[in-house]
């Protein structure tokens, strides 16, 4: 899993700016999901993501939130105008589709820590 | 909705004696988990996995045990070690392919 690269590992903003994580999936891999972890808790999955198409959405909040996974280039996820409720840690996982069946492992990443203050 | 639950329990055991984590999941449609081992400021570790049609899968030091007809998934360790410490998750997939639903962890902490 020390594949998958995420950066930053730790970010501080300010409530109301804005907040950009890069995941960059392991190589080979095409399908990218971003999960969400609060303090003590299991992970939330926010966001299903293969070049250039969000698959399922329907974890993530309408409103502020948005994702992306662009031809080139990392998978990114958005967070505007910051709350202190965005604090978390948020984790990118990736995995790669194996013929018929798309149950297969997904790497994770090591997180980037949100703190806003 | 449906979800893989797991309370954050915590399991205190000796060090050389073997570990059972165990999961409840309610998706009937579930039919691939995964267990992870997360530790303390990194991402989850992919430890074993088990497809619906089968009952046990042994890796190295681990086996996981799946019971359909409960919905009960548990993962055991052998001779746990120190480094077994961490936080573990059982995941499900319900074959959609869209995500891993995760519990909510069992911290497992190993006396020496």
């Known amino acids: 899993n020390a594949g998958v690269m995420q950066n930053p590992r730790h970010l501080v903003r300010r409530r109301g700016q804005e907040a950009r994580l890069r995941c960059s999936p392991m190589k080979g891999h095409s399908h990218v999901y971003w999960y969400r972890q609060l303090p003590e808790e299991g992970l939330k999955f926010m966001v299903y993501?293969?070049?250039?198409?969000?698959?399922?959405e329907s974890g993530m909040p309408k409103e502020r939130f948005s994702a992306e996974f662009p031809k080139e280039g990392p998978s990114i996820l958005r967070i505007q105008q910051v709350v202190r409720g965005d604090s978390a840690a948020y984790f990118c996982?990736?995995?790669?589709?194996?013929?018929?069946?798309?149950?297969?492992?997904?790497?994770f990443g090591q997180g980037t820590r949100l703190t806003v203050v | 909705g449906e979800s893989v639950g797991l309370h954050l329990p915590t399991l205190s055991v000796q060090e050389g004696d073997n570990s059972i984590i165990n999961c409840a999941y309610s998706?009937?449609?579930?039919?691939?988990f995964i267990w992870y081992k997360q530790e303390s400021g990194k991402g989850p570790q992919f430890i074993i996995d088990?497809?619906?049609?089968?009952d046990k899968r042994q890796g190295q030091r681990v086996t996981v045990l799946l019971n359909k007809t409960v919905k009960h998934l548990s993962l055991q360790i052998a001779a746990t070690q120190p480094g077994d410490s961490a936080v573990y998750f059982c995941?499900?997939?319900?074959?959609?392919?869209?995500?891993?639903?995760f519990g909510g962890g069992t911290r497992l902490m190993v006396k020496p």
């Open positions: 996982a990736s995995s790669s589709w194996t013929g018929g069946s798309v149950n297969t492992e997904a790497f």
């Open positions: 995941a499900e997939n319900n074959n959609a392919g869209n995500m891993l639903t």
């Open positions: 088990i497809r619906s049609n089968m």
């Open positions: 993501l293969q070049k250039e198409n969000i698959i399922d």
């Open positions: 998706n009937s449609a579930s039919d691939y």
